[in-house]
């Protein structure tokens, strides 16, 4: 009995801290979202003075694309909608035209500066990238010299289960993420750390260690890593714009030497690969173009040709040429491009198959359905990095 | 030209991700919060269909104390709050009474499975834990196995700067976080990594290496670390009651002897350091009774004798008596309590001095202004770390 009182007393600490908080806890807790056993899910916001709440899904296609939620008599709103297939979802509410979070879900991703609710439908894509009873590999957030750019700079590093016991060394990819997205993308959107993990543990991948830098070359690093907000202007920073170059430079200039110095890595073209989406598409292009000798794998994951220049804002039609030839000297063990049909980049990645085509390069293709979204990339991933270092 | 246009084309592919997000995007941003150079701050968020929108803010005093925003005509609410002085702050907006975070404000921090968006006043508070211009540790999210838990368990370990190219072996302080927290708290609220970065930097604090576990026994890891959401009850999670010592006895038989293993361990008591705030003041209290002999420093933060027993929901008085005559035996070179004045656990830590003062213990005592709160936490950290490994 005293033992129950300490255990409630105690437990009252948590509550006293914030007292609004500790009403609302107080009250019988909603359910948000809830998963039903036929993968139908049920959305609630206790709301009693809000007109309207309305749900807002990436699963949800067409522009501005809402589902009202219901208010019932004790003020609370709610919805169900249809079975969703397998896969990781993210959402938002609209309280009375104000964005909102799921305050009943604890889950939030952030991608870029936008914030939104996340659950996942169990099922095969899950088993992709879901978390499970398998040998897990660490992640590091490491902060690095970039002489080239000026800055001090944070990534994140996944080195893989055994990593640290291991006295082998272990190949390298370098993963870059898209536009508007920073170092943590390819960890809480793209889930590379349990991609990896899985496919380790199922023998599908070799083991290897996995670079996410910030791919925008002004920045330091990621919004709340730094004590700055990152501005919100919905314009690249100074210093980011794409095409540059000067991101890519500092991937060959400063992160692979920082990465061979401190890991135990087999620093050699044929243990590096490079793969990148939409923008670190165009990066990963750009370093095709200009450093094949230093990767042996390349992953091109919705981009394509832009304008008629492959990677780099500057390059002519000549340069490119130049590139290709450049990189069917180096040999590469594979070049990988990745697109969805209904990706808006789709015919750009088809000038870029024709280009390799016309020139007798040999590549592979996947093409899945859907579009420029992270399910994509996590399936891209997920197929891909089988074929790395084999 | 070309190269604006490609430019603006790859910036499309943000916007066209999500039409509302785009939409919201196209709009004149809002700033939310905006701290003027006389660090007053302005709280906006464009809610033209909302009827009232409240601030509440860890800053104010008084329970269910909220701030009102004014509405303008273009449907925008606004409110200045007076200059506060230097601290990291956190906030929520109530919208017609639900519960929301600041969509303009991208930073959002995690305490257990509540969210609240975060900001900074630059100062004498931000000089210890905000990012500056010196050498960075790395921040390590691992699993190890916990045996005597039956779990796979996840948990953040900083390494200090210049851990990777040294040969030598380092001392480690195991840090634990209070009831409703996780392995997150102690790096997002608690700012660990950057207060040892600063620390070190200034020649203050040893390089050290620091474990933050979870401490809720039943659980693998935070919520969002496993694919299952963490059941938002209300109630701690089933194995999860405090006072079992199950936490505790873990600490030594599994994560010693993994970080030892791991990691370059000076593996001895001299250097070994535990701290706790909250629950992890009540965990360490627990080491001091039953394995003094593992530790040389002992940091207990906002807590105290509870019911007259000390650490431990089965301690007895007997029991007491004879953990500190252990403790005594094994001369540990620092006791240090930290509490705040209006802590809700004042007495209690009162009623420990008084116990160890009775008993001619020898400890070290640091009264702040304040409660049970991150912001003293941090300061405790800032002050304890020093007094670690000399």
Same mark, same amino acid.
């Given at each position: 009995?005293?033992? $129950?009182?300490?255990?409630?007393?105690?437990?009252?600490? &948590?509550?006293?801290? @914030?007292?609004?908080?500790?009403? %609302?806890? !107080?009250? !019988?807790? &909603?359910?948000?979202?809830?998963?039903?056993? *036929?993968?139908?899910?049920?959305?609630?916001?206790?709301?009693?003075?809000?007109?309207?709440?309305?749900?807002?899904?990436?699963?949800?296609?067409?522009?501005?694309?809402?589902?009202?939620?219901?208010?019932?008599?004790?003020?609370?709103?709610?919805?169900?909608?249809?079975?969703?297939?397998?896969?990781?979802?993210?959402? +938002?509410?609209?309280?009375?035209?104000?964005?909102?979070?799921?305050?009943?879900?604890?889950?939030?991703?952030? *991608?870029? +500066?936008?914030?939104?609710?996340?659950?996942?439908?169990?099922?095969?894509?899950?088993?992709?990238?879901? &978390?499970?009873?398998?040998?897990?590999?660490?992640?590091?957030?490491?902060?690095?010299?970039?002489?080239?750019?000026?800055?001090?700079?944070?990534?994140?590093?996944?080195?893989?289960?055994?990593?640290?016991?291991? +006295?082998?060394?272990?190949?390298?990819?370098?993963?870059?993420?898209?536009?508007?997205?920073?170092?943590?993308?390819? +960890?809480?959107?793209?889930?590379?750390?349990?991609? $990896?993990?899985?496919?380790?543990?199922?023998?599908?991948?070799?083991?290897?260690?996995?670079?996410?830098?910030?791919?925008?070359?002004?920045?330091?690093?990621?919004?709340?890593?730094?004590?700055?907000?990152?501005?919100?202007?919905?314009?690249? %920073?100074?210093?980011?714009?794409?095409?540059?170059? !000067?991101?890519?430079?500092?991937?060959?200039?400063?992160?692979?030497?920082?990465?061979?110095?401190?890991?135990? &890595?087999?620093?050699?073209? @044929?243990?590096?690969?490079?793969?990148? $989406?939409?923008?670190?598409?165009?990066?990963?292009?750009?370093?095709?173009?200009?450093?094949?000798?230093?990767?042996?794998?390349?992953?091109?994951?919705?981009?394509?040709?832009? *304008?008629?220049?492959?990677?780099?804002?500057?390059?002519?039609?000549?340069?490119?040429?130049?590139?290709?030839?450049?990189?069917?000297?180096?040999?590469?063990?594979?070049?990988?491009?990745?697109?969805?049909?209904?990706?808006?980049?789709?015919?750009?990645?088809?000038?870029?198959?024709?280009?390799?085509?016309?020139?007798?390069?040999?590549?592979?293709?996947?093409?899945?359905?859907?579009?420029?979204?992270?399910?994509?990339?996590?399936?891209?991933?997920?197929?891909?990095?089988?074929?790395?270092?084999?």
């Amino acid at each position: 009995m005293k033992k $129950l009182n300490l255990i409630v007393c105690l437990m009252l600490m &948590v509550f006293t801290i @914030n007292t609004a908080s500790a009403q %609302a806890r !107080r009250q !019988r807790p &909603v359910i948000s979202p809830e998963i039903k056993s *036929d993968s139908k899910i049920t959305f609630r916001l206790m709301a009693p003075e809000a007109k309207t709440v309305k749900l807002t899904g990436n699963w949800m296609t067409g522009a501005g694309a809402q589902i009202e939620l219901m208010k019932n008599d004790s003020g609370m709103f709610q919805a169900t909608v249809e079975p969703l297939p397998s896969e990781m979802y993210t959402y +938002t509410f609209s309280v009375d035209g104000v964005r909102t979070l799921d305050p009943s879900n604890p889950i939030i991703v952030r *991608d870029g +500066t936008r914030n939104e609710s996340m659950f996942m439908v169990p099922g095969d894509k899950t088993n992709l990238y879901g &978390v499970f009873d398998v040998p897990h590999g660490t992640l590091e957030i490491v902060w690095y010299p970039s002489s080239s750019l000026g800055l001090t700079r944070q990534m994140y590093v996944y080195t893989p289960p055994g990593y640290k016991e291991s +006295t082998g060394k272990f190949p390298v990819l370098y993963l870059l993420h898209g536009a508007g997205g920073d170092e943590d993308a390819w +960890t809480t959107l793209g889930r590379t750390p349990q991609i $990896l993990d899985n496919l380790i543990a199922s023998g599908k991948a070799k083991p290897m260690i996995v670079v996410m830098t910030n791919g925008n070359p002004g920045d330091a690093a990621a919004p709340g890593a730094t004590p700055a907000k990152k501005a919100v202007t919905g314009q690249p %920073a100074q210093g980011n714009a794409m095409g540059s170059g !000067r991101f890519e430079e500092s991937i060959v200039k400063d992160v692979i030497p920082f990465i061979e110095k401190s890991y135990k &890595v087999a620093a050699d073209k @044929n243990n590096r690969a490079v793969a990148g $989406l939409s923008m670190g598409g165009m990066q990963t292009l750009y370093l095709t173009n200009n450093y094949p000798e230093k990767f042996s794998y390349f992953g091109v994951l919705s981009m394509g040709l832009m *304008d008629n220049r492959q990677g780099g804002a500057n390059t002519s039609a000549d340069d490119r040429m130049k590139g290709l030839e450049k990189l069917k000297a180096s040999q590469p063990k594979l070049y990988w491009i990745g697109i969805g049909k209904d990706d808006f980049l789709y015919a750009n990645a088809q000038s870029l198959r024709k280009f390799l085509d016309d020139n007798k390069f040999k590549y592979e293709y996947l093409e899945t359905t859907g579009g420029h979204t992270w399910p994509n990339w996590r399936i891209y991933l997920s197929e891909l990095a089988p074929k790395f270092f084999k």
